[in-house]
């Protein structure tokens, strides 16, 4: 059974840090796109940042110079450090799984969401 378990979300001050993690259970993480999505009330959900299995980073403009994505393939975690973060930032945010072939997702996994609130 896959699991992908985020934690540390919260409320945060404007100006603030958080750092997400997302422990993975029952995948080949190594060979896994892992990536993190957020979704504000009303809104769709986005893609904030992803790492591929190599390394590689991507990150949606409205974050980039703020969130850094990491990946531990040791202990199956991926890690989201949020910094400057902003009211805008406000959203449940969720960890992802994807296999991918070329350019084509395989398999995809979710994690459960975790709440990150940024307000005085």
């Known amino acids: 059974q896959v699991q992908l378990v985020e934690s540390g979300g919260g409320l945060v001050q404007p100006g603030g840090s958080l750092r997400l993690s997302c422990a993975a259970s029952?995948?080949?993480?190594?060979?896994?796109?892992m990536g993190w999505y957020r979704q504000a009330p009303g809104k769709r959900r986005e893609l904030v940042a992803f790492v591929t299995r190599p390394g590689t980073t991507n990150y949606a403009d409205s974050v980039k110079g703020r969130f850094t994505i990491s990946r531990d393939n040791a202990n199956n975690t991926v890690y989201l450090q949020m910094n400057s973060l902003k009211p805008e930032d406000t959203a449940v945010y969720y960890c992802n799984a994807r296999s991918v072939i070329g350019t084509i997702t395989t398999r995809e996994y979710w994690g459960q969401g975790t709440q990150v609130t940024v307000s005085s």
């Open positions: 029952g995948i080949i993480f190594s060979l896994y796109t």
